[in-house]
DNA sequence: CTGAAAGCGCTTACAG
DNA sequence: CTGAAAGCGCTTACAG
């Protein structure tokens, strides 16, 4: 075969390594050394310099096909989303993903597989494809990950995995919970509800868990009939919220699940005449400013950590590997933004 | 070197396509053409067979830094976004972008320089290092943005070149504005409000473009105090909105230049005990759902066409390459999505 | 401190 | 229809 046959660097003006190793007078070997920098002790400094200059002159960038395949490692992370970028909750594990990697000169290979997460297999086969040193497996949402028994250098972001030795990392719900309800507790809330979801996410459970650890770490009776259920889109939230407002005796409080409910309280304590937070105190989850600071007043809530446990879990698994990871789950904390929709009750 | 020295394929027990040949007693390069699907006619039908029932049974995944070292291509695309995961705005060109990708067979390289556009170089580099086939380079906002000059093969998303012969894609502004002027203008309003921007980017102008142009079009006198120029923030979008409450006349609509100002028109006809869409119609811009579905009543407003633009884009590049394309700006039409802020002046 | 040479796993003309 | 062999651009023991 000829220059000719592939689209090569020479055509795209692309200097290869024997081409700077030429120009600079040295071998392959040492260039490779230099370009690399682990040329300290091996080469001298009089070379080292050449071949840099030499590089610099004729715009070397190095091939890291070619340096992948030789040496075993390409520095590149795959992430396999799942529709985590349907999502506007999720957003920030991508981005912390993308600045960790970049810092340490790591590239990611992205791909979501959307809200289904059927094209997951496919997804892995093309990271194994390209070699990369370490999958990353993000979910939208805490949940439970079916992670491929094929892939060896896994680890999960924002959910755990279905079999063990797999290191994971999600929010720390059930302290959230505790946290945003002891919060409604100092004020001297008594009657705090909590709006929750129907679907069987496991936040579900851990949040309610941590409203009524709070509750009775405080020696206030827990009542189910304070506890209302309801969907997500805005209506359902609407109906959850003029349960909320049924209620008799009403509560002076209320810990959402999520901003959406919260946005859904709002709208229904506007409609009945009530003042938020005079009224009503409310707290919601997950802080999606594009809710939480266009609600008037501003929505106190509890910040998910999704930035915090991507950024951190890219970070151990380039600098130690997954093998370098606790093989379970690590939980991160919430942290409350306030904003101004809670106050002591009137009553109080 | 021996087979121990680097973390090879046996080692994590990926077989090489030197094995699936022996197994099928076959040449590699017989077994190469089959595993690529470049067999038909050229290899018989029993042999084809043996290759594919050998590469399954051992597992084989091909090794795509291998094949695109050889070939040249490397079905690989770089989309290096300036601050386009830091916005709720545009995350959506992502999402397409994989998703295009995908379907292709092509694998997405993602880096976001953030904000400041810092980093475009370094991402450059490793794009190139990487041996990317395409370079998609995406604007979190419609804007300028600076093409490399090193970069032979890419496309600019959601913004356009500083230099010529760089195909772009944005969203037609003047139209879409025009669109939502018009449609109030339908109802029976004369008195049409227009908050705008008080930053330069180019959206600012041709919007008010569209805006001037519906009126015009329906020989409605523009009166320049009806173009109230405030920030983004909530704080300042409530303050163009109480000066848009303070015209007198009062306007009896409002056409918004995004979302997060008409929720502040909301805040303060709240306040003021003015009634959506009755006393007042609203159109906003952008549609992010977050805010405008969990308004009340919902917005009606101008959705962007990011993924539309980021589908046609990548299928383009990958289909055509970029010289392929327009070497100049395509612009994509906006879809206004009606949910229930305007309605006919009660004067009308 | 430096270089010659092997080899990573594939694809591709080319010869038969 | 099939195979032998070259070569993509690097990195790495190894020899000197």
Redesign the pocket.
Known sequence: ???R??R???EAM?P???E??QRA?????????V??G?DV????????KRVLRAATEIG????A???G???G?TSCLGVVAEGVLSTPYAVDMIKAVLTAAAEHGWSVILNDTGDEGQRAHEAVQEMLSRQVDHVIQAAMYHRRVDVPSDLPDVVVLNGFADRPGVPCVVPDETRAAFEATEHLIALGHTRIAHITDTSGVVAVGLRLRGYRDALEAHAIAYDERRVIRGGDAPEQADASARRLLALRPRPTAVFCFNDGMAAGVYRQAYRAGLRIPEDLSVVGFDDLTLISTNLDPGLTTMRLPHYEMADWLTRAVINDGPGGLHSGITRMPCRMVHRGSTAPPLTA
């Open positions: 075969m000829s220059a046959d592939v090569t660097r020479e692309m290869n390594l024997a700077v190793a007078k040295v071998s392959t070997a040492t260039a490779s050394l370009l690399s682990k002790g091996r080469v001298s400094r009089a070379t080292a070397y960038v190095r091939n096909l070619a340096a395949m030789r040496s490692r």
